[in-house]
């Protein structure tokens, strides 16, 4: 559908002012994660992300165990199933599973940001480490035949979806290799030489594929990543902090990866790692202590890697933060809540300039790390629950892919933006009420715990006039809110169900979609008035609305 011209004889100006254009990244979109490559198979997970793509402009996936042995890519032996393996000569690799989930993700239009892990069970120097999936997160007992599955690997792609559309790619070593020993159970030096195997591999198939690393977790107020191993006797200063967020807080392995880079003539093309807002430090009694830090940890987290990466060897190196969210748990009850959606909104809004992409951990529920969740809300880190109900947190992702490509104002409680190729004008309004101050949203075990945020404020008075718009134009506003789009708060009032009945699903999937609308017409002067007041915890969106008298 073409949209009409929006700007009339006048200029455009907002609030009196003429606007000041900057360009504004959807990170928000470009990459979201999910669990692990198997999960990818299912029906529901193949429904949810062409969702994703479909309705929140996803164009990446990321996810753990491509070389997993649910997905049968490394085979050392076959069986009938009916007695033991039967060793092969040789290994051979086999690609159907993993074919499969690639195909459906491009068949969607969106493409995989490939991790490159675990280990193949027969290649393994430590098994079950992880999961209830049992992970298998160590060195390989040989680097050359590790070296031998990438490169297989990346080859067989290249061949199957040509180098081109390879080359749009991007290949992250490992995941969380700094969190011994559940997701690797080697020293530092060990992750460096597996990287630096795996980045040459990659680049010997065709040497404009990306590769990067390291995907570490998270920042931390210490020396306790300094060595090859985790040190928990530096973490007692931490633990005791009475004010954590006057601590210095700094990147894992970051400067050490790229000095191990630049010295040996290593690949890299991004710098990747997870910026969760927490942190777990270990006091002396060896008790662990969560910490929870403020509101814009995750901005000043991400000023601080790029004023690493602008001075670095690498400085034009892309910067992927390849898993966030409000909290590292796939059991916290604030991810199905509208104080997630408002929190990470803000957040998107005040970092999109910082990152090339920032993944939002994850796009669905249907994610077993700990196995399956119990309940339909169980505080997964999906924006949406196994059943596809629509979070509180997919309509916020929603609001913010309708914004346009460039930002006309920008205030710390939203903006006003126009896209390029059309004209149309867009706006996201947000309530992270005052009264929080610099507290984040936290985590919370049981829906019921989360409930004490409904009743902080104020609400807030959102005021903008736009003038120089085509009279008639109508903008369709849409917001999410405690009374509107509050699936959790709904199913909570149902007394919380735990197997939900298709009638009980159906009335749940309709209260989850029934967000708060209205219209805004410009006036025959050419002005757009905003004047709404936002309840705490909305997040508004206002877009122009689609002209009936245009073809579809």
Partial sequence: MTLPELTGSTALTIDGV?????????????????????????????????????????????????????????RASDGGGFGPQTPLDEPVLTFSYVDKVFDFILETGARPFVELGFMPRELATETETLFWWKAHCSPPKDMARWVDLVTSTVTHWVERYGLDEVRQWRFEVWNEPNLVPYFWTGTRTQYFELYEATALAIKAVDGELKVGGPSTSVFV?????????????????????????????????????????????????????????????????????????????????????????????????????????SSPSSRDTIHDTVFAATYITRAYLRCAALADSIAYWTFTDVFEEGGAGIGPFHGGFGLVNEQGLHKPTFHAFSMLSRLGDTVLTSTP??????????????????????????RA?????????????????????????????????????????????????????????????????????????????????????????????????????????????LPK
């Fill in 221 to 325: 107020p210490d020396d306790r990543y300094k060595g090859e191993w985790e040190d928990r006797s530096v973490e007692h200063a931490a633990a005791e902090a009475d004010d954590v967020d006057a601590l210095d807080w700094r990147p894992v392995w970051i400067e050490e990866f790229i000095d191990w880079c630049a010295r040996r003539d290593v690949p890299l093309d991004f710098l990747s790692t997870h910026l969760y807002p927490t942190d777990v430090a270990f006091g002396a009694s060896g008790q662990a202590r969560h910490i929870r830090r403020h509101v814009d940890a995750t901005y000043d987290d991400l000023v601080a890697l790029r004023k690493i990466i602008a001075g670095s060897p690498f400085p034009e190196a892309e910067l992927h933060i390849t898993e966030w969210s």
């Fill in 441 to 549: 949203v936290g985590s919370e075990t049981t829906y019921e715990a989360t409930r004490k945020l409904a009743h902080i404020g104020p609400d807030r008075s959102i005021r903008h006039t736009v003038e120089g718009l085509a009279p008639g134009t109508v903008f369709r506003v849409e917001s999410v809110d405690w009374e509107h789009g509050n699936v959790a708060e709904a199913w909570h009032r149902m007394g919380e169900p735990l197997n939900l009945t298709p009638a009980q699903t159906a009335e749940l999937r309709t209260t989850a979609d029934a967000l708060r609308t209205s219209t805004l017409t410009v006036s025959e002067a050419g002005v757009l008035d905003i004047d709404v007041d936002l309840p705490p915890w909305a997040v508004l969106s206002i877009t122009q609305a689609p002209n009936p008298l």
């Fill in 18 to 74: 003429a606007p000041t254009e900057a360009p504004l990244r959807h990170v928000w979109n470009e990459c979201v994660g999910a669990g692990r490559a198997n999960e990818a198979l299912r029906a529901d997970w193949q429904g949810h992300f062409r969702e994703a793509v479909t309705e929140l402009g996803a164009r990446f996936v990321r996810f753990h165990g491509l070389f997993h042995d649910d997905m049968f890519v490394y």
């Fill in 413 to 438: 409680h939203g903006v006003i933006t126009r896209d390029s190729a059309t004209g149309a004008l867009s706006a996201v309004f947000l309530n992270y009420p005052d009264d929080m101050g610099t």
